[in-house]
C-alpha cells in the first residue's frame, strides 16, 4: 500500500517536473486520470444519443463541423461550408486526414456515415434526426460533398455538430459491439481508443496522426465512478486528476482546497417547471383542489395571471444561492447570454412575493389554493431540494404546496402522459434557439415532429408560426430576429417557468489544467498540463 | 438422492418462470425504459422507430414469450442500453462481485467465529463485552455511510489505500464452453493492486456478516456448553481444547453454517450499495444502473441467475445440514 | 418430557414463594445485566421522545411553511429566522435538525418495529407450518422463500414503490416483503430438529391440536434463534430504511426518517458541514443499539436451554 501512494506521488511529481521542464512541448507528459460521474454505455458514436456517449466519441471521432467551448462553430473535418443553392449545402473536406487505422479520409466517409445513421439496429435513441432532412448525397470530388435538402435547412452545419464520421472500410458492416470491443473504434480524433471495460473504464492513447493539435498526453484513463461523494474522495485522495459533475456540497470546500482548480463555464441547460395546460379553464387539474381538499373546478393554471404570480413568487437568488451553491445562473428563457437566440430584454423575474399575492387575488384566489409540485429527485442537480424550496416560496403567498419528488424512471413517465399539475424538469439545448422552442414551446405535434417534450401541452398559435418560419429561414440575422421573438412571446406568457441556467462545474488536481464547456461534455483532449 | 435432486431442479425450474412473469409486469408497471433511454430532442417518429426497435411495441405478453422462446434456446436477450447480450454483461461483471463477496465473507468467518467462540466461552470477561458490543455497532451502522466514513478516513486524510474503483485485474482461463468470457474471467485479487483496492470495499462489506457470525457462534456456544452430552464429555475428563473443538464447536456449525450459506447468496445479491459507494464494478452496480434506466433485458437475466444461485446454495446449505445434523433426513422433504 | 418442563411459556411449577410469578421471574433476571437495563431505560426514553415529538419539538419540520432555505446549513447552536436557537445546527432546507431527529425517530421507529413485527408473525407461522408439515406444503413455502430471497430488496423496494407510490406505509410493506422470508428460512431449520424430539411425539400422542403443537411446543423451542433474527432484523430494517432512502426510494423528502436525513447530510460531509449528517447518525446508532442491547438479553432470558 505504501509504494502504492510513492508511485502515486511520483508520477505526479513527475508531470509536476516535465511542465518545468518542458513548459513549451510537452511531449513528455504522461499519464492523466479522468473521473465521470455518468456511465458511458457505448463506443459507437450512434448507437445512443446521449451526453456521456458523446463526449468519448469527440475524443476518439471528428465531425464536418466541431464546436468549441461555447458551442460555437469551428471547422473540423470539413473546413468551409456554405449553402450554394437553397437546398444545397457544400462542404469542403480537409485533405490529408487519417482514420487510427492509417486510412485516409474522404467524402467516401461521409456519405457512409450519414447513410448509417438512421440504420443502427436496436437503437433506444439514435441519430437518424439529423440525416431525415438530406434527400441526396452528393459526392463532387473526394474532398467536396453535396448535401441536397427538400426545402431551404438553415440548420444543416449545427445537425453535423452532432455526427462522428466513421471510417468507411472498418466500419461497413461493424456492429454495435465491433465498437464496444475496439475492433470498429477507428476515427480521426486526437486520441484512439486501446481498452474498454463496460460501464467502468476507458483508456486512451494519443493518435500522434491527428490533424490538429498534439494531445497533452500520451496515455488518458477515463473511469466513471457514478457516486458523487466518491468522485470527490476520488480527487481528494489524488487517484484521479480531473472529475466533472463536481456536487454543489463540495464546491465551497473544493474552491478554497490549494490542491485542486476549479473550471466553470455557463451551461445550456435550463432547469424549469411545466404546468399543466392539457386541461381546459373550466376542468380540474389533477393535483390542485381549494384550500379544503375538494376539486376547484376549473384550472388555474390556464390564466396567465396566476402562472406569473406562481414565478413571481419564487426567489431565484435564493435557490441559486442557498440550494445551488452560486453553481447557477437566474433565468427567465432557454439560453445564456451569447448563445444564437437569446432574448436580450427577457431578465430574469424579480422576487416579488406581494405583487404574486396581489395577481392571484385579481385572478380570483385571494385565498390562493392547493397544488403539489412534483420533479425528479436523481436526475438533475439539487432537484429534489428545489422541488423543496420552491414548495416553501409558494406556500408563503398563500399556495399550499405539497411537494413529491421520485426516481426519475417512474416520474418521466408520468410527467408524460400529463400526470401532473406542476413538475419540475430541466432541458439541454443545442446552442440555437429554435432547438428549445421546437421541442418545449411548440404545439405538440406528431406531423410535424413538434412539442415531443412539450410535457405541460403549452400551445400559442404565435410561437408556432414564427417558428416555422425560422425552421426555413438562411439568412441568420432575420432568423435570429424570429427564434428571438417567438421566444419572448413564449416566456411572457409564461408557458414553462423557468428557474435558472446550471453552471458547469469540473476539477482538477492543481497541475491540471482543464477548459469547461458549455454543452457538458468531459473530452479528455479538454485536459492538458497546468503551464508553469 | 437422485430423486431427490430432480425434484428441487424442478421446483428451480418453476421459481425461475414465476420470477421472470413477476420482473416483466413488475419493469412493465414501473416505466417506460424508452422514455427514459431516448434524447429528449428525439421526435416522435423517432420515439415510435426506437419502440419498435426495442420490441416493446408489442403487447406484453408477446414480449414475454418472445423473451421465452429465445431463452430456451439460451438467448436471454440484448440490454437496451449497451446492444450486448445480457447474460455476457452480466458474466463480464460477475467476477468482480464474486471476488469481493468472498472476499467478505473470509473475513467474517476469520475474525467473527474467533471472536465468537471467546465471547461465547468467557461470556463474562470484559474482552467478551467488548467483543459483543463491537458486534452491536457492527450492524448498527448503514453500510453507505461506513462506506463513506472509510474513504474519507484511510483515502482521503490518511492515504494508505485508494479510495474507490477496482485495481488491475489479472486474467484467468474462463469456463470452459462459456463463450462470453472468451477473454478470460478478470481478478483483482490476484494483484498487489487489485487487492489494495479491494481492502475497503470488502471490510465494509464484511461488517455485517462479522457482527452476524459472532453472535450466532457465542450463541450456539452458550446454548451447547449446558447441553448433557458436553456436560457429559467434561464430567469424563476430556481436555477442555477437545470439548470446545470437536462437541461445541460441530453443534454451533449447523446454525453458522445455514446463515453464512444464506448470506453469501445475499452478499453477492445486495453488494449493490458497496458497489455504488466504491464505484466497484461489479453485477450490483450494473443491476441498480440497469434499474434506474429501466434495461428489462439486464434486470430479468440478472435475476435469473442470481435466483440460480440461490437455489444452488440452499440445496448445498440443506445437503450440508443433513451431513452435520443425522437428525435431519432429506427424505423428510419428499412425500 | 424433560424438555417440556423446561419449556419458558408452560406453566411453571408451583413455588413456596408465591409472590415468585413467571413474570416477576422474568424481569428479575432480565435486571441482571446492568448494561441491558441501562439500554431498556435509554431505549424508553428514545420511545417517548418520539411519541411526544410534536409537543417536544421546537418546530415542525414537515411544514414547509415553518422552514426557510435561508436558514439552510446552519451551525449547530446559530440563532434562526424564526427567533429559537438550532441546538444541532439546520440541513439544506433550514429544517431545525433537533426537530428532524425528534420526528425522524418516529418514523424509523415505526418503519423498523412494525415491519420487523408483521415480518416475523408471518415468518414464523410459514416456517413453523413448513417444518411441522413437511411435504408438499413445506415445499411450496420453501420454494416462496426461494423465491423471496432472490429478490434483491431494491427492486422489491421501486417495484412497490412504482405500485403504491412513495410513502412510510409502502416502505414498511417493502421491508415485510423482504424480510419475512428469514425467519422462515430460521423458525422451519431449527423447528425441523424440534419436531422429531420427544415432547412432540409425545404432545402428538396426546392428541393435542395442532396449532397448539404448533404454538405452545414448538414455537417456545424455536424462539432462541428467531429472536436473535428478530433483533438482528428490527436493527437491518432501519437500516435498510435507511439505505432506501439513500438510494432515493424511501420515505418522503418532506418526512425525513433518520436514514434520510443521514443521506441528506451525506453530501455535505467531506465540506465539513458534518452536522447534518453526523447528529442523525448518533441518534439512529444510539437507537439501534439500545434495542439490541435490550434483544440480547431478552434472548438469554428467554431461551429455555439457558436455564439451570
Not at chain 1, 510513492?6 to 509536476?16: G, K, L, Q, T
Not at chain 1, 466513471?224 to 459533475?245: E, H, S
Not at chain 3, 423465491?147 to 414503490?161: D, G, H, N, R, T
Amino acid at each position: 500500500m505504501k509504494t502504492w501512494i510513492r508511485r502515486r506521488s511520483i508520477a505526479a511529481s513527475a508531470v509536476a517536473v516535465a511542465g518545468v521542464a518542458l513548459a513549451g512541448s510537452q511531449a513528455l507528459a504522461q499519464t492523466a486520470t479522468i473521473a465521470v460521474g455518468a456511465p458511458v454505455t457505448s463506443l459507437d458514436p450512434h448507437y445512443h444519443q446521449l451526453s456521456p456517449n458523446n463526449a468519448v466519441a469527440d475524443t476518439i471521432f471528428d465531425k464536418l463541423v466541431n464546436t468549441d467551448a461555447q458551442s460555437r462553430n469551428v471547422p473540423g473535418l470539413a473546413t468551409e461550408w456554405r449553402a450554394v443553392e437553397p437546398t444545397v449545402w457544400e462542404f469542403r473536406l480537409r485533405p490529408n486526414v487519417r482514420f487510427h487505422n492509417g486510412n485516409a479520409f474522404t467524402a467516401e466517409d461521409v456519405a457512409f456515415t450519414l447513410q448509417r445513421l438512421p440504420n443502427v439496429p436496436n437503437s433506444p435513441s439514435s441519430f437518424a434526426v439529423y440525416s431525415r432532412p438530406i434527400t441526396r448525397v452528393e459526392i463532387v470530388d473526394p474532398l467536396t460533398i453535396r448535401l441536397h435538402t427538400a426545402q431551404p435547412y438553415p440548420l444543416m452545419p449545427l445537425d453535423m455538430t452532432n455526427v462522428r464520421i466513421l471510417d468507411k472500410e472498418t466500419a461497413e458492416n461493424a456492429t454495435t459491439e465491433d465498437f464496444n470491443a475496439l475492433r470498429a473504434a477507428a476515427g480521426t480524433g486526437p486520441y484512439r481508443a486501446v481498452a474498454h471495460r463496460n460501464g467502468d473504464r476507458i483508456e486512451f492513447e494519443r493518435w500522434d496522426g491527428y490533424w490538429g493539435d498534439r494531445a497533452p498526453f500520451q496515455r488518458v484513463n477515463y473511469r466513471m465512478i457514478t457516486n458523487d461523494a466518491a468522485r470527490t474522495a476520488a480527487l481528494l485522495a489524488g487517484d484521479v486528476d480531473l472529475i466533472d459533475q463536481v456536487p454543489t456540497s463540495d464546491l465551497a470546500r473544493l474552491r478554497s482546497d490549494n490542491r485542486v482548480r476549479i473550471s466553470e463555464t455557463v451551461g445550456l441547460r435550463l432547469i424549469f417547471l411545466g404546468l399543466d395546460f392539457q386541461r381546459a379553464a373550466n376542468e380540474n387539474s389533477p393535483f390542485i383542489t381549494d384550500n379544503d381538499g375538494r376539486p376547484l373546478g376549473r384550472n388555474p393554471l390556464r390564466d396567465v395571471r396566476v402562472r406569473r404570480a406562481l414565478s413571481m413568487a419564487i426567489d431565484r437568488r435564493a435557490i441559486v444561492d442557498r440550494v445551488m451553491e452560486g453553481a447557477a445562473v437566474p433565468a427567465n428563457q432557454f439560453l445564456p447570454q451569447g448563445v444564437f437566440g437569446f432574448v436580450a430584454d427577457l431578465p430574469a423575474p424579480a422576487y416579488d412575493p406581494d405583487g404574486a399575492k396581489r395577481l392571484l387575488a385579481e385572478a380570483g384566489y385571494p385565498n390562493g389554493f392547493r397544488i403539489q409540485l412534483n420533479g425528479p429527485n436523481d436526475r438533475y442537480i439539487n432537484d429534489a431540494r428545489i422541488v423543496q424550496a420552491i414548495g416553501q416560496m409558494w406556500t408563503r403567498i398563500g399556495v399550499r404546496t405539497a411537494v413529491e419528488a421520485q426516481p426519475w424512471t417512474t416520474f418521466v413517465g408520468r410527467a408524460g402522459r400529463q400526470d401532473y399539475s406542476a413538475f419540475l424538469i430541466g432541458w439541454g439545448s443545442n446552442p440555437d434557439g429554435s432547438h428549445p422552442l421546437r421541442n418545449i414551446m411548440a404545439t405538440f405535434n406528431s406531423e410535424r415532429g413538434w412539442g415531443a417534450s412539450n410535457r405541460g401541452r403549452y400551445s400559442n398559435p404565435q410561437v408556432d408560426d414564427l417558428l416555422a418560419q425560422s425552421l426555413t429561414e438562411l439568412d441568420e440575422a432575420k432568423r435570429e430576429r424570429q427564434v428571438v421573438d417567438a421566444m419572448r412571446i413564449a416566456m411572457q406568457d409564461v408557458g414553462v417557468v423557468p428557474l435558472h441556467i446550471q453552471t458547469n462545474i469540473w476539477a482538477s488536481r492543481r497541475n491540471f489544467e482543464h477548459t469547461a464547456r458549455n454543452d457538458e461534455l468531459t473530452r479528455a483532449q479538454d485536459l492538458r498540463p497546468a503551464a508553469r | 438422492m437422485a430423486v431427490y435432486l430432480v425434484r428441487r431442479l424442478m421446483q428451480a425450474l418453476l421459481v425461475v418462470l414465476a420470477m421472470s412473469m413477476i420482473v416483466f409486469v413488475g419493469v412493465y408497471a414501473i416505466g417506460d425504459p424508452v422514455e427514459i433511454l431516448i434524447s429528449p430532442d428525439a421526435d416522435q417518429l423517432e420515439r415510435e422507430r426506437a419502440i419498435r426497435a426495442l420490441g416493446l411495441d408489442l403487447p406484453l405478453w408477446q414480449q414475454y414469450l418472445v423473451f421465452l422462446t429465445n431463452a430456451l434456446q439460451g438467448d436471454l436477450g440484448r440490454s437496451f442500453v449497451f446492444n450486448e447480450p445480457a447474460l455476457k454483461l452480466i458474466l463480464q461483471r460477475m467476477p468482480a462481485t464474486l471476488e469481493l463477496a468472498f472476499g467478505a465473507m473470509f473475513l467474517s468467518i476469520l475474525i467473527g467465529l474467533p471472536l465468537g467462540l471467546y465471547a461465547g466461552l468467557r461470556p463474562n470477561s470484559p474482552a467478551s463485552k467488548t467483543i459483543m458490543a463491537g458486534s452491536i455497532l457492527g450492524f448498527s451502522l448503514p453500510t453507505f455511510w461506513v462506506g463513506l466514513m472509510l474513504i474519507m478516513v484511510f483515502a482521503v486524510q490518511l492515504g494508505w489505500l485508494p479510495s474507490t474503483g477496482r485495481g488491475e485485474t489479472c486474467s484467468v482461463l474462463g469456463f470452459i464452453g462459456l463463450q462470453p468470457c472468451n477473454a478470460g474471467l478478470q481478478w483483482s485479487w490476484l494483484t498487489g493492486d487489485g487487492l489494495a483496492h479491494m481492502v475497503m470495499p470488502a471490510v465494509n462489506l464484511a461488517l455485517f456478516k462479522i457482527s452476524l457470525v459472532i453472535r450466532l457462534t457465542r450463541a450456539g456456544v452458550r446454548e451447547t456448553m449446558l447441553m448433557d452430552y458436553v456436560k457429559f464429555a467434561r464430567a469424563k475428563g476430556l481436555s477442555a481444547s477437545r470439548v470446545t473443538f470437536v462437541h461445541v464447536f460441530k453443534n454451533i456449525l449447523i446454525p453458522v453454517v445455514t446463515v453464512v450459506g444464506l448470506e453469501l447468496g445475499s452478499t453477492i445479491a445486495f453488494s449493490v450499495v458497496t458497489e455504488s459507494v466504491f464505484a466497484w464494478p461489479g453485477m450490483g452496480k450494473l443491476i441498480i444502473d440497469s434499474i434506474n434506466v429501466l434495461d428489462r433485458p439486464v434486470i430479468v437475466a440478472y435475476l435469473m441467475i442470481i435466483v440460480l444461485m440461490f437455489i444452488t446454495i440452499n440445496l448445498v446449505v440443506d445437503l450440508t445440514y443433513s451431513l452435520l445434523d443425522p437428525r435431519v433426513r432429506l427424505e423428510s422433504k419428499g412425500t | 418430557m424433560s424438555q417440556a418442563v423446561m419449556d419458558g411459556a408452560a406453566p411453571a411449577a408451583p413455588r413456596k414463594d408465591k409472590v415468585e410469578t413467571p413474570f416477576r421471574r422474568f424481569v428479575s433476571e432480565f435486571a441482571e445485566s446492568k448494561i441491558a437495563l441501562g439500554g431498556l431505560i435509554v431505549f424508553t426514553i428514545i420511545a417517548l421522545v418520539a411519541i411526544f415529538a410534536p409537543w417536544l419539538a421546537p418546530q415542525n419540520p414537515y411544514d414547509l411553511a415553518q422552514l426557510d432555505i435561508m436558514d439552510g446549513r446552519m451551525e449547530p447552536g446559530t440563532v434562526g429566522g424564526a427567533g429559537f436557537t438550532y441546538w444541532l445546527g439546520t440541513d439544506d432546507q433550514g429544517r431545525d435538525m433537533l426537530s428532524g431527529i425528534m420526528y425522524g425517530l418516529r418514523i424509523s421507529l415505526s418503519v423498523g418495529a412494525g415491519s420487523a413485527l408483521i415480518a416475523c408473525m408471518v415468518g414464523a407461522t410459514l416456517g413453523l407450518l413448513a417444518a411441522y408439515a413437511g411435504g408438499r406444503t413445506d415445499t411450496v413455502i420453501m420454494r416462496l422463500v426461494d423465491l423471496q430471497l432472490s429478490f434483491p430488496s431494491i427492486l422489491v423496494a421501486l417495484m412497490i414503490l412504482a405500485f403504491l407510490g412513495k410513502g412510510v406505509m409502502n416502505v414498511v410493506i417493502a421491508l415485510v416483503i423482504v424480510e419475512w422470508a428469514y425467519y422462515a428460512r430460521t423458525v422451519r431449520g431449527t423447528a425441523l430438529v424440534e419436531r422429531r424430539r420427544e415432547y412432540i411425539e409425545a404432545a402428538q400422542c396426546l392428541a393435542l391440536p395442532t396449532h397448539r403443537i404448533l404454538f405452545r411446543h414448538l414455537l417456545p423451542n424455536c424462539l432462541p434463534p428467531l429472536i436473535v433474527v428478530a433483533t438482528m432484523q428490527v436493527a437491518r430494517a432501519i437500516a435498510l430504511e435507511a439505505t432506501l432512502s439513500f438510494l432515493g426510494l424511501g420515505v418522503p423528502i418532506t418526512e425525513p426518517s433518520l436514514g434520510l436525513l443521514i443521506a441528506n447530510g451525506y453530501e455535505y460531509m467531506l465540506s465539513g458541514k458534518y452536522w447534518i449528517s453526523f447528529y442523525p447518525g448518533i441518534a439512529l446508532l444510539v437507537t439501534i443499539v439500545s434495542i439490541n442491547l435490550v434483544g440480547d438479553q431478552l434472548r438469554d432470558v428467554l431461551n429455555p436451554r439457558l436455564k439451570k
